[in-house]
């Protein structure tokens, strides 16, 4: 992937009496060294993030991702985003997007270690070809995240819900599923409930019913979820929150995972048991999630 | 904290061919821009790190966590790194620190984003004044981790006894301690038994025996309890690994935190229940640990 546009934010210039943030925002070149060996991202994955999918030049859903960035912030006992400074920032970085489909990622980062403030930056790239995720779908493995569903009640500080910057285990997760000869992963609950996937949101069809798990259940409220529960809603199917067995995989009429850059990729199988594709019905969610959304 | 020196390795140039390493180690400014905004160190917490304490320019332990570096790899499905390369590394380092107390810090990066190899960087800094500590004591709280004791067993994806960058949950434990009045914590399983500190070993005295938990209960193996294990064997003491259920932690008649460079901190409180210090033991603890080890 070759990185296309990147600049820092300096956080600690924002305040609500400035309207024109552009001095705050300075580019740089994604490819030079532009961060210290002191960062807290790098040293401790202390930090939070977004990817906001951009689709000619269109960031995605910005407002709910900027919104994601606060909550996961306050989870973290991070200073607050100032929503306006970063709403510039997207802007300016989404300006540098090539016609197509595009990632922007936002960081923000506890900063140097003792250092008084946070360090931030956004940059831009372009999104893998995920056609064929989209078309032919994707095989997942359910893998235990080693805590029960009463874990994210009981301990704030494991995070969960907040979309910090330690991933190594999603990405250990991916590792495993592919060591499997699967694509994805699906992470379960000790006591037998459907939580995520390491990096997207699992959506199940019963009929005309779509259900996701609740998201105070351990697991990130996905925006790409929440913008098809409309879209669905919109077209007049029921939507629902739910706790959901591991077995409701299986049982289910379609599943998919969804996400901000690869959108709905349909489950051709869960665990080496077949799921069935209805391949127009999900590029009909694809069309709508491709489509400029605020 | 002044970072004091720094270098990056290029493990790229390893091979076992050479003996010198010199021209694959490049000194930097650590206060300066050295990682691009493509590092998965930063964007995912994806990487190893190794803390080693120094006293009077000599690294403590060099070997052990090398070996624990090598350990962490092999679970993250790193490249194994070269370790003649960074112990060359670390003596370069090591130079650079002032008599007294020091910090060197191992980084191995999965690298820069599609990059071919990983990145690597090693850092020095003075230590922190941990004299409070290792006198006075600390208080801690007892956090529950989430898990079961069960769940290292059943999901090495969780990465349970690697010591990845991803840290952001260790942090918030040590935040939610802060909050609560106490100066640390200590992680327990989701069925009641004791694990590690966020930074640290937990190492419990009864009588003329020394425990410490299991280290394949899903914590890293302390060097520094390894070493102090070795030590008290030497004076004549019981030591042991064992299942310890969370009263241990009251019932023991000394309890410290263990680490590389707090060294040996004894534990006043758990929970607001007081502990007795052994001020005089814990002094002797610590001149073992200051002494040179390798």
Chains 1, 2 share one sequence.
């Not at 951009?54 to 996961?72: C, F, I, K, T, W």
């Not at 070809?129 to 032919?136: K, M, V």
């Not at 991916?174 to 699967?182: S, T």
Request: include cysteine; aromatic fraction near 6%; hydrophobic fraction near 45%.
């Amino acid at each position: 992937m070759a990185w296309r546009y990147a600049l820092v934010i300096d956080p600690a210039a924002a305040d609500d009496a400035r309207t024109d943030f552009a001095d705050t925002l300075t580019e740089i070149d994604p490819a030079a060294p532009a961060l210290s060996v002191g960062e807290l991202s790098t040293q401790r994955g202390d930090g939070i993030f977004e990817s906001i999918g951009v689709v000619d030049g269109h960031p995605q859903e910005m407002n709910a991702h900027l919104e994601r960035l606060a909550h996961s912030a306050r989870l973290c006992d991070l200073p607050a985003p100032h929503l306006e400074q970063w709403r510039q920032a997207i802007a300016q970085v989404a300006d540098a997007a090539e016609p197509g489909e595009s990632v922007i990622k936002l960081i923000l980062s506890r900063g140097v270690e003792h250092g008084p403030t946070p360090t931030a930056w956004v940059t831009l790239a372009p999104a893998p070809d995920n056609t064929r995720a989209r078309e032919r779908g994707i095989r997942v493995v359910t893998l235990d995240r080693g805590m029960d569903s009463g874990a994210p009640a009981r301990a704030p500080w494991l995070l969960l819900g907040a979309k910090t910057l330690s991933y190594a285990v999603n990405m250990a997760a991916i590792r495993e599923a592919k060591r499997r000869g699967a694509d994805d992963a699906v992470f379960v609950t000790s006591d037998g409930f459907v939580l995520e996937g390491p990096t997207s949101s699992v959506l199940l069809r019963f009929g005309d019913r779509f259900v996701t798990p609740e998201p105070g259940s351990g697991i990130l409220h996905g925006t790409t979820q929440v913008s098809l529960f409309d879209h669905l809603a919109e077209r007049g199917f029921a939507t629902a929150y739910e706790e959901l067995p591991v077995a409701a995989l299986t049982e289910a009429d379609a599943a998919w995972l969804v996400s901000s850059v690869r959108l709905a990729a349909p489950i051709s199988a869960i665990d080496d048991r077949g799921l069935p594709i209805d391949a127009e019905f999900t590029a009909s969610l694809n069309r709508y999630l491709l489509s400029p959304r605020d």
